[in-house]
């Protein structure tokens, strides 16, 4: 069974509307931690958000946010605001483990990608 | 600066060569780990270490070999290299004390 589910193959938005992209996940651990990683076409991994399975408020970080539904087990990003530059990949990944712990392992979901028009 | 270094950025191999992918990390990360990447598959976990000396296997190891000899540096290794391993390579790293990762920004690996 997947862990990290990311049904979407596809997004588009109008520059300047807000976007949800849509990520489930599937753990029996009650420690975790949520992450969402942007891909643009040049590559490199770039870190947006993270949600720790103990937090109590959804994260944010500028223009994105995490709206965390824990008993869904859902971890859906949205993006306010859209940009051009927001054109990429987006990727969910959880790490089961406890935070402080060297055991660290990343599961990633298989990807959305996110097409901004002007 | 600061991070995880990756060599090369591309590389072309033909079926049955061998070669390391190099990494290496500045930030006394213990945690190293190497993922592949591929069109409609996400990031899969090849290997990772938790110290030098400690490594183990992820989800799609077959084909890969790793050792860590010090912390800065997680070498992986193409034994006999098949045209099932193209792919993007990745490495990333974390400190056991931030929830955050660092990842080397790829290597583009064609088996021809």
């Known amino acids: 069974a997947q862990k990290i589910t990311q049904t979407q193959p596809g997004m588009f938005v109008q520059e300047k509307e807000a976007v949800t992209l849509d990520c489930t996940y599937d753990t029996s651990d009650p420690s975790y931690g949520l992450f969402w990683y942007k891909q643009p076409s040049s590559g490199e991994m770039i870190f947006l958000i993270y949600?720790?399975?103990?937090?109590?408020q959804n994260a944010t970080e500028g223009r994105y946010s995490l709206n965390f539904q824990k008993a869904r087990k859902s971890a859906n990003l949205v993006i306010s605001a859209s940009q051009l530059g927001d054109s990429a990949m987006y990727f969910c990944?959880?790490?089961?483990?406890?935070?402080?712990?060297?055991?660290?392992?990343?599961?990633f979901g298989k990807g959305i990608t996110l097409s901004v028009r002007p | 600066n600061a991070g995880v270094t990756q060599t090369p950025k591309f590389q072309v191999l033909k079926t049955g060569q061998s070669m390391t992918l190099q990494c290496a990390q500045d930030m006394n990360h213990e945690y190293m780990s190497w993922y592949r990447q591929d069109p409609g598959m996400g990031l899969r976990l090849i290997h990772y270490?938790?110290?030098?000396?400690?490594?183990d296997q992820g989800e799609v190891p077959n084909g890969y070999n790793v050792s860590r000899s010090t912390t800065e540096d997680f070498p992986l290794r193409l034994l006999s290299a098949a045209p099932s391993q193209t792919s993007v390579y990745f490495c990333?790293?974390?400190?056991?004390?931030?929830?955050?990762?660092?990842f080397g920004s790829g290597t583009r690996l064609t088996v021809v």
């Open positions: 990333a790293s974390r400190d056991s004390y931030y929830y955050g990762y660092t």
């Open positions: 990944a959880m790490r089961e483990t406890p935070n402080t712990g060297a055991n660290s392992k990343l599961t």
């Open positions: 270490s938790v110290g030098a000396g400690i490594t």
């Open positions: 949600q720790g399975s103990y937090d109590q």
